[in-house]
């Protein structure tokens, strides 16, 4: 039997993270082809394993990796530039790497990786395909997007995209999930304080509401702190 063969499930997980960290995240990958077997270990697998993955110091797997990444930078890009550009222009007004988030961060960290950060892939294609989510929630939670001091404009920018993108979704054959966001979706200016919110209608229109009465009629439509990714799938997610 192959090294494969013999593995239990969790072994394969913990194996399809690190293949998945090697494609995505450049600091795993530098770090596996600097010293394989402290990686290895790192996500509690035997030595055997390196056999079974590529060798990620390889042209070939440069070129897939790259390939990839650009591939979920165009998805994310085509949904979020605004957020983007904002995020690009905030590191480069603090002084460059290191100061903030960028893309990079984005596809090193736990929320990209992990299936349960994202929401039901509209295809249908299964838990942690749908990388819109994962960075509207890494966002989110790493510019503080949800807490009382949150970055407003930034805020105000990351929601509206997201909004489009949850509002088009519903209106499409999809996961069930996204029929919530037929009507449209609301958020408040400022995290935990209202007046004012935002509203985003079915036909894309946004408005700025100051008055309780006047939002009374959007009252039950999806507020946007309160989409959260369901968790991780319950049964292993192995392909």
């Not at 984005?106 to 892939?121: K, Q």
């Amino acid at each position: 039997m192959t090294t494969l063969e013999k593995s239990p499930p969790a072994h394969l997980e913990r194996l399809q993270k690190l293949f998945i960290k090697l494609l995505f995240c450049e600091p795993t990958r530098a770090a596996y082809c600097q010293s394989p077997q402290s990686v290895l270990s790192q996500y509690e697998l035997s030595p055997d394993y390196q056999k079974v993955l590529p060798d990620a110091n390889s042209e070939k797997f440069k070129v897939e990796a790259h390939g990839r990444r650009m591939r979920i930078f165009k998805e994310t890009f085509g949904q979020f530039p605004k957020t983007i550009e904002a995020l690009d222009k905030q590191l480069a007004d603090s002084g460059g790497a290191g100061q903030g988030p960028d893309f990079n961060s984005f596809l090193s960290s736990d929320a990209f990786t992990d299936p349960g950060w994202a929401l039901p892939a509209p295809d249908g294609s299964g838990p942690g395909y749908e990388s819109v989510s994962k960075f509207f929630f890494w966002i989110r939670d790493v510019c503080g997007l949800t807490r009382s001091n949150a970055p407003i404009p930034l805020r105000t920018t990351a929601y509206a995209e997201f909004a489009v993108h949850l509002i088009n979704t519903s209106k499409t054959p999809s996961d069930p999930y996204y029929a919530q966001f037929s009507k449209g979706v609301t958020w408040r200016e400022t995290p935990g304080a209202s007046p004012p919110w935002y509203v985003v209608t079915d036909d894309l229109k946004f408005g700025r509401i100051i008055s309780a009465s006047d939002f009374q009629r959007f009252s039950d439509w999806p507020d946007m702190d309160d989409v959260t990714p369901p968790g991780a799938p319950t049964e292993p997610n192995i392909r």
